[in-house]
């Protein structure tokens, strides 16, 4: 069965250190994955998102994710971490479901803070 | 375009009542989704339409009931609403593509059973 797993439930970087948030998944066919973020009070909005071909994605808000199979990772990363930048990102993996639909697998979330 | 919007924003009720929870999307969606967000558990699916007057159920269904009599709306029922359901709540929506669709979702509601 496909499930993904984000390793950190919080992170805490410095303005304008790297960001780094990571994603394993489980998946027995090729995944399709994907980077929500979820600002206060607000719904999920796509970050990224990976389906086949260049496996490092770009995204909006110069982020940016690498889908390493060997590893069966699909961390995001942003070079240079901005106060806006915290927020709450999940990672998931599209599944297929009988009669040809899909649904997303979602990660628990980690929660980005970014100190002055 | 609005894209996918909730109502109500926000809702308490007493254990035993009942409530609808209404979803709409002006996108010509056929998809539309029900999730709930818990601490700590990421979100989980409840249940899901592929098209008008379909429903299916997700992964936590129980406790919960749905219907699409129109493209554009999705609602979700609480017949006897438990603490246990106590939650945000999400819709999404998204186009009929296979796996790389992308969901779009609306802003959530808090329900709080006391």
């Known amino acids: 069965a496909q499930s993904v797993t984000q390793l950190g439930s919080h992170v805490s970087v410095s303005e304008g250190a790297l960001v780094l948030l990571r994603c394993n998944y489980s998946?027995?066919?090729?995944?399709?994955l994907f980077w929500y973020v979820q600002y206060p009070n607000q719904g999920l909005q796509l970050l990224l998102k990976y389906t086949t071909g260049a496996t490092l994605v770009k995204g909006i808000n110069g982020f940016e994710a690498e889908f390493k199979k060997s590893e069966t990772s699909f961390h995001l990363t942003k070079p240079s971490a901005h106060m806006s930048d915290a927020a709450e990102y999940f990672c998931a993996v599209s599944v297929a479901l009988s009669g040809g639909y899909n649904k997303l697998i979602f990660g628990a979330g980690t929660r980005l803070a970014v100190h002055p | 375009n609005a894209g996918v919007t909730q109502t109500p924003k926000f809702r308490v009720l007493k254990t035993g009542q009942s409530m609808t929870l209404l979803c709409a999307q002006d996108?010509?969606?056929?998809?539309m989704y029900w999730y709930r967000q818990d601490p700590g558990m990421g979100l989980r699916l409840i249940h899901y339409?592929?098209?008008?007057?379909?429903?299916a159920k997700g992964e936590v269904p129980d406790g919960y009931n749905v219907s699409r009599l129109k493209k554009q709306n999705f609602l979700l029922g609480l017949e006897s609403a438990a603490p246990s359901q106590t939650s945000v709540y999400f819709c999404?929506?998204?186009?009929?593509?296979?796996?790389?669709?992308?969901?779009?979702f609306g802003p959530g509601t808090r329900l709080t059973v006391t």
């Open positions: 996108m010509n969606h056929e998809y």
């Open positions: 999404a929506s998204s186009y009929p593509v296979l796996r790389s669709s992308e969901q779009y």
């Open positions: 998946s027995s066919v090729p995944p399709y």
């Open positions: 339409s592929v098209g008008e007057g379909t429903t």
